[in-house]
């Protein structure tokens, strides 16, 4: 049982479609993270949002548009996407960001396949 | 520039042996550090944090050793179970924490 909820698990999409991917975090954190994880390569880290305010944007391109409505919420909006795109999407939350001994709780990910 | 450094392996381990992996970090002014495990296509899952004075839980034995800037992972009587890949990840305060790359279990039977 995860404290962080992911939804969908599973996304196929055309590249003239859009999608969201929808994380809710249960654990009373303010930090949320998007992590990008391709077929055997490392996390990336996307995007950070603490106290629903965005702190980081890892020079992400803008067919991946995150929202954070409010510190239980974060969604990933997804428009004209290409197939290298089609990885592993992790959402994760933690205390604030800046806080000592932050521990990340992952989702169980959305794995997006772009056609 | 904040580095993670993980031998990548694969590291090929029968069951029941010992095995230990080292993670090598960049920033002296860390301050936090885990150890997660991977499954294949699953997300990564926290395993232990790492304390200065080292820590135990079961058959996993985590330490940090900051004048060498590096922590280890040390698992004892490996299971079958204890393939995955291993995270190392270090950070904390505003730096916010770093990933290593990961390295590669095989228990095999």
């Known amino acids: 049982e995860t404290g962080v909820t992911q939804t969908p698990r599973h996304l196929v999409m055309g590249m003239t479609n859009k999608k969201s991917l929808k994380c809710e975090q249960h654990l009373g954190h303010n930090a949320m993270y998007w992590y990008k994880q391709s077929a055997k390569k490392p996390l990336e880290l996307m995007f950070v949002y603490n106290f629903k305010e965005q702190t980081e944007n890892n020079s992400v391109p803008s067919r991946f548009s995150p929202e954070c409505p409010n510190s239980s919420h974060l969604f990933l909006h997804l428009h004209t996407l290409q197939p290298e795109d089609s990885a592993l999407y992790l959402c994760a939350s933690s205390r604030p960001q800046g806080a000592t001994n932050e521990k990340l709780f992952f989702g169980s990910g959305t794995q997006?396949?772009?056609l | 520039r904040k580095e993670v450094e993980q031998d990548?392996?694969?590291f090929?381990?029968?069951e029941g042996a010992t095995v230990a992996f080292?993670?090598?970090y960049s920033n002296s002014a860390s301050q936090s550090?885990?150890?997660y495990r991977q499954d294949c296509r699953k997300e990564p899952k926290l395993l232990m944090s790492v304390y200065s004075s080292g820590n135990e839980d079961g058959r996993f034995t985590a330490q940090l050793n900051r004048a060498s800037q590096y922590i280890s992972l040390?698992?004892?009587d490996s299971k079958l179970s204890d393939s995955a890949t291993y995270l190392c990840v270090v950070g904390g305060g505003?730096?916010?924490l770093t990933f290593g790359k990961g390295t590669h279990l095989i228990i095999q039977p």
Do not use: E, K, Q, Y
Request: proline letters at 14%; charged letters at 10%.
């Open chain 2, 22 to 24: 080292n993670c090598t």
């Open chain 2, 8 to 10: 990548p392996g694969p």
């Open chain 2, 12 to 14: 090929n381990v029968p």
């Open chain 2, 33 to 35: 550090f885990f150890w």
């Open chain 2, 74 to 76: 040390l698992i004892r």
């Open chain 1, 112 to 114: 997006l396949s772009v």
């Open chain 2, 94 to 96: 505003a730096d916010g």
